[in-house]
């Protein structure tokens, strides 16, 4: 049994010209993949996600919304460009996420990779921003509970930036224990460390604020001493990775220092949680936007997941 990598080739049609989140990305990184025989991994086209699937986190008026600027080429907000395209790759991206729920909770697959664009972490329940149309980790995580009856699962966002978005969904719920590294203070300017969840969902946010130039050290031992104690107490039935490589040090946008090393000895260490509390680990991409450093990272943390390294 390999693991699964979905990927779709909408995600190639979501034309945002020479903005940061292009689809170079994935180009360049599934070139560099098919030189390595895709490191052994199976390739899966992913779905499009049902209405019923993005009806779980977001609003019916979202999704009318998402669909109508579409149509229309009109932009979200400043940062985000659509083209009528994009609504096929947005819905893919989403059901690429849930597709790769269903294939780790189905034990269709150890580990997998949903590898599409648009991301995902900063659209919320009722608004896009910042590149993302739809929150494809929060509503795959929402599939794994209405689909599988999951009732606890932890999303890991390592992305640079603060995935408000899934925040947002999950903020008033124990059904998610949400965890995120993040450059603070920093766009979208959530994540604060007093940000802790509410409710029902109290104690279920974690943020990890990083300083703008902080590496390796200071994200394994936030990884080390924070996160994998808080998951473990949480005990998870599934494990989502948030995986943005924009805290790489090459990377235009992001101003901090990892390496694709770190991505991969993050990966191990969440590889390592998931065979400890005996629950499947997948990741959905999110952002990295230098193309050399997000094909590494992703490179390393796929190998990291597969038990590789
Ligand atoms: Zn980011």
């Given at each position: 049994m390999a693991p699964l990598y979905f990927r779709h080739p909408a995600s190639i049609e979501h034309d945002t010209g020479a903005h940061p989140e292009r689809a170079e990305r994935i180009a360049f990184l599934e070139s560099a993949l098919a030189e390595r025989d895709w490191l052994g991994w199976e390739t899966r086209a992913a779905p499009q996600a049902s209405e019923q699937q993005l009806l779980g986190i977001h609003t019916p008026e979202h999704v009318e919304r998402v669909r109508a600027a579409c149509a229309q080429s009109q932009p979200l907000d400043l940062d985000t460009p659509v083209v009528p395209a994009s609504w096929d790759a947005a819905l893919h991206a989403a059901g690429g996420a849930c597709a790769l729920v269903d294939a780790l909770l189905g034990g269709a697959a150890p580990t997998g990779f949903a590898a599409l664009r648009p991301p995902g972490h900063h659209a919320g329940p009722n608004r896009a921003m910042g590149f993302c149309l739809f929150s494809n980790v929060a509503v795959a995580a929402r599939h794994a509970q209405a689909a599988h009856g999951v009732e606890r699962v932890l999303v890991l966002d390592w992305d640079v930036h603060h995935g408000n978005g899934t925040q947002a969904a999950f903020y008033d719920s124990d059904a998610v224990l949400f965890v995120s590294l993040h450059r603070w203070?920093?766009?979208?300017g959530t994540g604060a460390a007093a940000e802790t969840g509410g409710g029902a969902g109290a104690g279920c946010t974690l943020n990890l604020p990083q300083h703008a130039g902080s590496g390796a050290t200071e994200w394994l031992a936030a990884i080390d001493r924070r996160a994998l104690p808080a998951a473990r107490a949480y005990a998870p039935q599934l494990i989502l990775i948030s995986a943005?490589?924009?805290?790489?040090?090459?990377?235009?946008?992001?101003?901090c220092l990892l390496d694709s090393s770190t991505f991969g000895a993050m990966a191990t260490r969440v590889a390592d949680l998931g065979a400890e509390l005996d629950v499947p680990v997948g990741a959905v991409l999110e952002g990295g936007y230098d193309l050399a450093a997000l094909t590494a990272s992703a490179i390393a943390t796929m190998r990291a997941l597969a038990g590789e390294v």
């Open positions: 203070p920093f766009y979208p943005g490589f924009d805290a790489h040090r090459d990377d235009p946008l992001g101003g």
